[in-house]
């Protein structure tokens, strides 16, 4: 079955210390990128990648951190989390850009304390 | 600055209404639009996306349409059932993927 996954569903952390949000897609899609979505703000883009090795900034980038080691995996890095990172984290890929349809994970909710 | 808005960001209606969704974007450079869905608890899932030279898109009970010139889109969901009940989010694909912030909907028995 096509999919994007993440991992963990759920989280809760403190402040400062570092967790990794797994994402992986099944599809060999080129271009994966992560979302944050909040209350009355929408869903907002926090990294992309175009392929291997090619990562780029989105809308929401400050405490964040990726990697795009392999063409399959996209994981998003807190290197010290704060409580204003508190959100519902989306991962998702497309065939070639972002123009294409896009496919989401099932989404992480993190809660930093 | 692109902006997406969608309205009403809220609706509740009996089964088997024909209703209609609305998504407006301030700059009518876009690459395409796509609506999705959202159940709670759960990823988005893409429903239509239509290029920035169709007009619409249709796909089972479910027909969007594009004016470019005005920076409209709608989503037309036809005899709509409770199974429908989720938040319909529209994006506008330009340099980036913008996202509006949904319209919640209920239909109810």
């Known amino acids: 079955e096509a999919q994007v996954t993440q991992n963990p569903r759920y989280l809760i952390t403190v402040t400062g210390k570092k967790l990794t949000v797994t994402c992986s897609q099944n599809?060999?899609?080129?271009?994966m990128s992560w979302y944050r979505q909040d209350p009355g703000l929408g869903l907002r883009q926090i990294y992309y990648s175009m392929n291997v090795e090619v990562t780029d900034k989105g809308d929401v980038p400050e405490g964040y951190k990726v990697s795009r080691k392999e063409k399959r995996n996209f994981p998003l890095i807190l290197e010290s989390p704060s409580p204003n990172q508190t959100s519902l984290y989306f991962c998702?890929?497309?065939?070639?850009?972002?123009?294409?349809?896009?496919?989401f994970g099932p989404g992480t909710r993190l809660t930093v304390l | 600055k692109q902006e997406v808005t969608q309205i009403p960001a809220a609706l509740s209606v009996p089964e088997g209404e024909n209703l209609v969704l609305n998504c407006s974007f301030t700059d009518s450079a876009i690459y395409n639009l796509q609506w999705f869905r959202q159940d709670p608890g759960k990823g988005l899932t893409s429903l239509l996306l239509?290029?920035?030279?169709?007009r619409e898109q249709t796909s089972g009970r479910l027909n969007a349409s594009l004016d470019k010139s005005s920076g409209r889109s709608t989503l037309y969901i036809a005899a709509s059932q409770p199974g429908d009940s989720a938040t319909y989010l529209c994006?506008?694909?330009?340099?980036?993927?913008?996202f509006g912030t949904g319209t919640r909907l209920q239909v109810f028995p």
């Open positions: 994006a506008v694909s330009t340099d980036k993927l913008i």
């Open positions: 239509i290029q920035s030279s169709q």
């Open positions: 998702a890929s497309s065939l070639f850009r972002r123009g294409d349809t896009q496919y």
């Open positions: 599809m060999n899609h080129e271009y």
